[in-house]
């Protein structure tokens, strides 16, 4: 089934389309990427748009780029509905749900000012995926609530 949103947000040709994203969360999604718009990315977004499933959804799609499962599993802690597809020559080659994984590395800063993490060592964030947030793995805060708001830019 076609959601309306195909009439809003054009088919691409090649790239990464994640769809049945919750409406009002696609900025996060991009930024929990590290996609800021700034580099060659083209990008189209498609926001509350109506949808069969969600009522309501949003829709990212990235041209040109087909982005790894381990780069699209971080997405589940923003989007745990995702679904993403792979499209070539304007077919859907694969369609995966994204997957928990049991950590991210570099994607979120540690909420703890005295983390060794968030002091001017280089050291990158890590954090353990559990059922209901996330714990830094070097000084055990937890984040439950709001993860948008400690993605790393
Ligand atoms: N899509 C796209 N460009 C293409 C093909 C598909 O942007 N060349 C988008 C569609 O608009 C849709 C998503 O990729 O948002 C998945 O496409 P498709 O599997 O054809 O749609 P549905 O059957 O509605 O998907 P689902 O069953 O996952 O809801
Ligand atoms: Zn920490």
Do not use: W
Not at 5 to 15: H, Q
Not at 68 to 84: C, F, G, H, K, R
Not at 120 to 132: A, G
Request: some cysteine; charged content about 30%; glycine content about 6%.
């Amino acid at each position: 089934m076609t959601d309306k949103e195909a009439l809003r947000v054009s088919k691409i040709e090649n790239g990464t389309v994640i769809d049945h994203v919750a409406a009002g969360q696609a900025l996060n999604v991009l930024a929990i990427l590290g996609i800021d718009g700034l580099g060659d990315d083209v990008l189209s977004i498609g926001m509350n748009v109506p949808s069969d499933r969600l009522g309501r959804k949003d829709v990212v799609k990235i041209e040109g780029r087909e982005l790894s499962q381990s780069e699209l599993d971080v997405l589940s802690l923003i989007a745990p509905a995702a679904t993403i597809n792979i499209i070539r020559d304007y077919d859907v080659v694969d369609k995966n749900r994204v997957e928990r994984p049991d950590e991210v590395t570099g994607v979120l800063r540690c909420p703890n000012h005295n983390c060794i993490t968030t002091e001017d060592e280089p050291v990158e964030s890590r954090f353990d995926v559990l059922d209901d947030g996330v714990r830094c793995e070097y000084c055990d805060t937890i984040i439950r609530e709001d993860l948008a708001a400690h993605i790393l830019v």
